[in-house]
């Protein structure tokens, strides 16, 4: 005999229907811009720390219209401005719009054309790749702001392997839980 | 008479010559400034003289000289300051804040701390760890702030060597060191050389070490360039101190 209220919060969840997927899936997104600032032993390398937005947003796009990845892209990019740039350095700051547009569209039109099947392995190895151009972008539009090009280009090395590397490996953490909903 | 002297003589021979060997001796400490006795005491005193390590007493003597002379030292300049009507350099009770975060990208070099708007810090404010500047506060929530570190190659902090006064700007490279870009074509400028805060910085009140020369490229174009060691370990800080950005 299940308890009133935890039979009212059941009824409620089966009343919501689409907003249940709407609730899951924006309430990964929150939980992975939570963990964003965190650095837990053990969890980065070299200062570096996993991109959990980029994982969600790979794990979102994987069998969207193209499109749809594009935007939701753009608005996740944003979200990452939010969460990173000084306001006093809006305007001269690179965006993460850039990068995290092409990479959802990339990862949208790669699924599409069914080369890969759909695994832990081959998930990895497309947030392997898209955190390298996603922060390959970052460093392109720092050599445009004008930023020293030997320092910018040698972080960019850095980072961009450690964060690919680390990003991959912790990717199956968001895409289990989300893969058995989608 | 003779036999007068006789008697005393056989009577006071061995006091005579205690006496005058009493004198001799009595000569000879006088002569010797009394170090037998010192030499005596010291041996004698030794069971009771507690073991201890010269170098451990001498260290923390010199460190609370220091600190005295320094406290009297930035009263002095306070004061001096204040009637010469220059802006003071930081000071007023900071307040101490937890480092909860760091940046939430690889590119950006910041921390979020655990005091916020409702506990005074202000877009702006100062803020130092321990062994120098740390960085600036850029955003405020009511209980929270994000600070740019000064290692965040968009940071920029006017600095001033201690030794000579060249001036430069320091730009963060990576976690542990700063590049200071000199305004003169040939700043007197030496590996060692302490960097603190400028007078000129419009961001930073004035004085607050931030760290030590490392190597220095004066060919460099288009300005001569230091690397700067920062001071403070920014790769661990745990706490922090904010000061508000009224006092300068």
Redesign the interface.
Known sequence: MPHPISKMIIKWWQGLGVGQNLLLTMGALVIC?LL????LPGMTLM???P?WLLIWLICWSLNRPVVLAIVAGISIGLV?DS???????MH???S?TWGMALTAGLTALLQKQRYIKENFISIALIVFAMTIIA?TM?AIQ?SFLG??LS?VWA?QQQ?TL??ALLTSLWTPVVYFPLSKWW | MIDTLRRWWLRYASQLFLVVVGLILAILLRHNHGTVWLEAYQWLSRPFQRPYDPQVVLETAKLRELSYRLQELESQNAQLRRMLQLPTVLNGSPLWAQV?????????Q?V?ISKGARDGVK?GSIVTGTGGLVGRV??VSAHGS?V?LISD??SQVGSALTRSRALGILRG?S?STGVMEFIDRDPDAKVGDIVTTSAFSTLFPEGIPIGKIRSIDLNHQPAPEAVIDFSAPL?MLEFVQVYAPSHF
């Open positions: 811009c964003m600032p965190l650095r200062e570096v720390a991109n990452q969460l990173t740039i000084p306001a006093e350095f001269l700051s690179p993460h922060e970052i720092l930023f020293d320092e972080k980072i450690i964060s | 909860i975060g760091r940046s939430a990208d690889s590119w950006w910041q979020l877009v850029t955003e994000r740019l190659p968009s490279q976690l790769s």
